[in-house]
C-alpha cells in the first residue's frame, strides 16, 4: 500500500497544537509587553523599608542642601542622588527639578492619586514614580511636595513581580490557556464523538455511510473518517456478497436433496420398504435438518444485528417454558423454573429478541434431549445481566468438552448424535446469538449430575428502573 504523503494545513491537528503553543507563549508575552502601557495599572503602597529608604534620601539631600538645587532651578540627575532623582511641587503646583518629558507622567500621578497624603508608586511606561513626601525647605519653609522618578524596564519589574508570585504566574497561564484549551479540545472531541456514534451505529448493524465524518473536523480526524466510511461501504459489500452467496447455496444444496428424498419415494414404492432404503431416507432427513441448521447459523451471522429492539426480559422465556413443560410431561420428565428478580417488568434487553428466543429455546430443548428424569432452569440478575442457568440430570460430559461442544458441527460422541439426530450446530448456533448480544455462554457440571448451560446477556441501562432483585439463592428444587 501506497503510504498517504502528510499535508500540513491549518486544520491539521500537528499544526494546531504547534500553534497553540507558540500562541499560547506569545499571548503570554504580548501581555507582559503591553500591561505597563495601559493606564489602569494600580497605585502600590510603599513597603516600611522603602519608606525609611526615601525618609533618609530625603534627609540626606536637606543635609547636604541638594534641594536648593531644586530651588533655584536645576536639576539632580539619578547619578548624584543614587538611582532616582527627586521632583519638587509647590504648593502653587509648579513642578522643580523635572526633566522634559516626565511633566505627563508626574501632573497624571498627583490628579489620579486616591490618597494625597500616603506614599504610593505607580509605573508609567519606563518611569516609576513614587511620593509624595511633604517637606519644608526655604528661610520661610515653605511647604513641598517631593516625589522621586526612576527610569526602569517595566517588562522586567512585571517579570519580576510574576515569578516572585508563582501562583500568580499559574493563574495567568490558566486564563490564557484556557480559551485555547478550550478550541483544541472541541475541534477534537466534536469529530471523536461523532465518529464514536457511528462506530455504535456500525456495532447495532446500521452500515451507513456519514459524509459528515469527512466534511468536519481536524484533517487527520475527517481521513479516519474517510477510511471508516471505506470500511463499512466494504462490510455492507461483503455481507451483500455473502447474502447471495447463502441463497445460491440454498437453492443448490435444496434442489438435488429435493430430487434425492423424491427418488427415494419412488423406489418405497416400487420395491417396498427395505433396511437400505430406510437408512438412505434417514441419511436424506438428517441432511436436510444440517442444510436447515448451517443455513441459519449463517443467516445469524450475517443478520444478527437487524431486528433489534428494546424489551422486557420476561418476553425470552414466556411461551417457550409452557411448550417446554409440556413436552416434558409427555416424556414423564420433572421440569422447574426457578425466578429470582423482583419485577422483572422493570428489566430491558436491547436486541433481536427472536434470535434470543431461539438461544434459550435451543438450550431446553438440548436439556430435554439428554436428560434422565430432570430438568431445573434458575433465572436471575447479576452485574447488571440477566442469567439463564438451564441444568439437567444426564450423563453429563467431561470437563475437557465444556468449551468444545460451542464449535460448529463438533460431535462428543458420534453414536449418541446418531441417536438423538443431532448436527453440531445448535449449541454452535447459541453461541453465535449471545456473543453478537456481547453476551457470555458457558457449560460446566451440572448440580445434579448432568450438564448445566448457562447464558449471560448485558441488560439495557438506557430506562432501567430501580427495582428490588433477590439474591440468587444457590438450592437444588
Known amino acids: 500500500m501506497q503510504k498517504q504523503k502528510q499535508k500540513f494545513t491549518f486544520n491539521s491537528l500537528t499544526i494546531r497544537i504547534f ?5 499560547t507563549l506569545f499571548i503570554l508575552l504580548l501581555f507582559i509587553f503591553l500591561l505597563p502601557y495601559f493606564d489602569a495599572h494600580v497605585y502600590s503602597n510603599l513597603k516600611e523599608n522603602e519608606i525609611h529608604r526615601y525618609e533618609n534620601k530625603i534627609e540626606s539631600a536637606i543635609q547636604h542642601d541638594q534641594f536648593s538645587k531644586l530651588l533655584n532651578g536645576d536639576i539632580i540627575f539619578p547619578a548624584e542622588f543614587f538611582s532616582d532623582h527627586p521632583i519638587l511641587v509647590s504648593h502653587s503646583g509648579q513642578l522643580l527639578g523635572m526633566l522634559p518629558d516626565e511633566e505627563k507622567a508626574i501632573r497624571q500621578f498627583m490628579f489620579s492619586n486616591p490618597v494625597q497624603v500616603k506614599p504610593l508608586k505607580r509605573i508609567y511606561g519606563n518611569s ?8 519644608k525647605l526655604g528661610e520661610q519653609d515653605a511647604t513641598y511636595q517631593c516625589f522621586f522618578i526612576n527610569r526602569i524596564s517595566a517588562q522586567k519589574e512585571i517579570l519580576t ?4 508570585r508563582p501562583i500568580f504566574l499559574i493563574i495567568l497561564v490558566i486564563l490564557i490557556s484556557s480559551p485555547l484549551l478550550w478550541w483544541l479540545s472541541q475541534s ?3 469529530p471523536i464523538r461523532n465518529l464514536q456514534q457511528a462506530a455504535n451505529a456500525v456495532a447495532m448493524g446500521h452500515l451507513t455511510i456519514d ?5 468536519k473536523g481536524l484533517l487527520e480526524l475527517r481521513q479516519v473518517g474517510q477510511s471508516f466510511n471505506r470500511m463499512t461501504q466494504s462490510l455492507e459489500d461483503v455481507l451483500n ?6 441463497s445460491s447455496i440454498s437453492h443448490e444444496l435444496r434442489t438435488p436433496l429435493t430430487r434425492l428424498q423424491l427418488a427415494t419415494a419412488l423406489l418405497r414404492r416400487r420395491l417396498g420398504e427395505n433396511e437400505n432404503i430406510q437408512r438412505i431416507d434417514t441419511e436424506a432427513q438428517r441432511l436436510d435438518k444440517m442444510i436447515n441448521d448451517l443455513l441459519q447459523l449463517s443467516r445469524q451471522q450475517l443478520n444478527s444485528h437487524l431486528g433489534r429492539e428494546i424489551f422486557e426480559i420476561a418476553a425470552l422465556w414466556e411461551g417457550i417454558l409452557e411448550d417446554a413443560e409440556f413436552e416434558a410431561e409427555q416424556k414423564k420428565i420433572l421440569f422447574l423454573s426457578n425466578l429470582y428478580i423482583f419485577h422483572p417488568e422493570n428489566y430491558r434487553i436491547n436486541g433481536n429478541l427472536e434470535l434470543l428466543q431461539s438461544a434459550v429455546e435451543n438450550v431446553i430443548r438440548n436439556a430435554l434431549k439428554y436428560t434422565s428424569s430432570k430438568i431445573v432452569i434458575h ?3 447479576e452485574n447488571h445481566e440477566l442469567v439463564i442457568l438451564t441444568e439437567d440430570d444426564g450423563a453429563g460430559l467431561p470437563a475437557e468438552e465444556y468449551e468444545k461442544i460451542f464449535k460448529p458441527f463438533y460431535r462428543v460422541d458420534e453414536a449418541r448424535t446418531r441417536t438423538t439426530g443431532g448436527t453440531g450446530l445448535g449449541l454452535s448456533i447459541v453461541a453465535h446469538t449471545i456473543k453478537s448480544h456481547h453476551g457470555r455462554v458457558w457449560a460446566n457440571r451440572s448440580r445434579l449430575g448432568g450438564l448445566a448451560v448457562t447464558l449471560s446477556i448485558p441488560l439495557w441501562l438506557g430506562e432501567v428502573n430501580s427495582a428490588t432483585t433477590n439474591n440468587k439463592t444457590q438450592s437444588d428444587a
Request: glycine letters at 8%.
Open 241 to 246: 456478497n455473502q447474502r447471495t452467496l447463502l
Open 379 to 381: 433465572f436471575y440478575i
Open 128 to 135: 516609576q514614580i513614587v511620593g509624595p513626601f511633604p517637606i
Open 19 to 23: 500553534l497553540f503553543f507558540w500562541l
Open 188 to 190: 477534537i472531541g466534536g
Open 211 to 215: 459524509k459528515n465524518l469527512e466534511k
Open 161 to 164: 513581580y510574576i515569578f516572585e
